[in-house]
């Protein structure tokens, strides 16, 4: 994965290109997880992708104004 041993991801130099493609790597992990029954790692990743998805928004909403 994208994010590395620790976990963290930092989106601040990803461009969007970069960023899609590690939301959709993360997306795909999630979904496997889920239909390996292994839930708990499933939902850390959704919070994963929420965290980093609205990371990403503020950083351009901020940017815009």
Known sequence: SSAGSSGRIDVKNLTDKELSQLVLELEV???AA???LEFER???L???LNCLTDN???QNFKGKH
């Open 29 to 31: 992990e999630m979904l």
């Open 34 to 36: 889920a239909e390996s």
């Open 42 to 44: 499933a939902a850390n």
């Open 46 to 48: 959704r919070d994963k």
């Open 56 to 58: 990403r928004f503020v």
